[in-house]
């Protein structure tokens, strides 16, 4: 069943993968994600904020290779040089997370600083995505950029990823 996702704008759009802009996709990834940090939070037991680390770790590494493959080139294409800073800050943050990430994945969640590093990963997430989308997404919206068909590029690539590495981490 579609879900809809209302931008600044007043517009609704629609979350089905079908027909979904590319800010509506990764707006709802950025929701689903701060869902399992919170859930994160909550968790007692080790067994469970392993599993809970796994998703959110897939989830953002699907998120940011789709943002870096797809959106931010295209993003910068419609940006021009006045708002280009924008994406080379989105950028270094992808790559600060990612560091994080990796040193997240080689943890046990009994390990030492295992909780604080999680935190301090949510944080980053947080500050990451009130930047995009409060500068970066209200930008693009005013330019030409075709985010349906942005959309559907990243909609698949994100199942296509999420498949490939979904594998992967079970394995």
Same mark, same amino acid.
């Given at each position: 069943?579609?879900?809809?996702e209302?931008g600044k704008? %007043?517009r609704t759009?629609?979350?089905?993968?079908?027909d979904? !802009?590319?800010?509506?996709?990764?707006t709802?990834?950025?929701?689903?994600?701060?869902r399992?940090?919170?859930?994160? #939070?909550? +968790?007692?037991? !080790?067994?469970?904020?392993?599993?809970?680390?796994?998703?959110i770790?897939? +989830?953002?590494?699907v998120?940011?290779?789709?943002?870096?493959?797809?959106?931010?080139p295209?993003a910068?294409?419609?940006?021009?040089?006045? !708002?280009?800073?924008?994406?080379?800050?989105?950028?270094v943050e992808? +790559?600060?997370?990612?560091?994080?990430m +990796?040193?997240?994945e %080689?943890?046990?969640p009994?390990?030492?600083?295992? !909780?604080?590093?999680v935190?301090v990963?949510?944080?980053?997430? #947080?500050h990451?995505v009130? #930047? #995009?989308? %409060?500068?970066?997404?209200?930008?693009?919206?005013?330019?030409?950029m075709?985010?349906r068909a942005?959309?559907?590029?990243?909609?698949?690539?994100?199942?296509?990823l999420?498949d490939?590495? %979904?594998k992967?981490?079970?394995?």
């Amino acid at each position: 069943m579609p879900t809809t996702e209302t931008g600044k704008t %007043g517009r609704t759009e629609a979350a089905s993968k079908g027909d979904q !802009d590319a800010i509506a996709l990764l707006t709802n990834d950025h929701r689903e994600v701060e869902r399992l940090f919170e859930t994160f #939070e909550k +968790a007692r037991a !080790d067994k469970r904020k392993a599993e809970l680390v796994g998703e959110i770790l897939l +989830a953002l590494k699907v998120h940011t290779q789709i943002e870096e493959e797809l959106f931010y080139p295209a993003a910068r294409q419609a940006l021009k040089a006045k !708002d280009e800073d924008m994406i080379d800050e989105a950028v270094v943050e992808h +790559a600060a997370a990612k560091d994080l990430m +990796a040193e997240i994945e %080689g943890m046990d969640p009994d390990d030492d600083l295992y !909780d604080a590093k999680v935190k301090v990963l949510s944080e980053q997430i #947080e500050h990451h995505v009130g #930047e #995009e989308e %409060g500068e970066m997404f209200p930008a693009l919206r005013k330019t030409d950029m075709d985010l349906r068909a942005l959309g559907a590029r990243m909609a698949a690539r994100k199942s296509e990823l999420m498949d490939k590495l %979904g594998k992967s981490a079970r394995h």
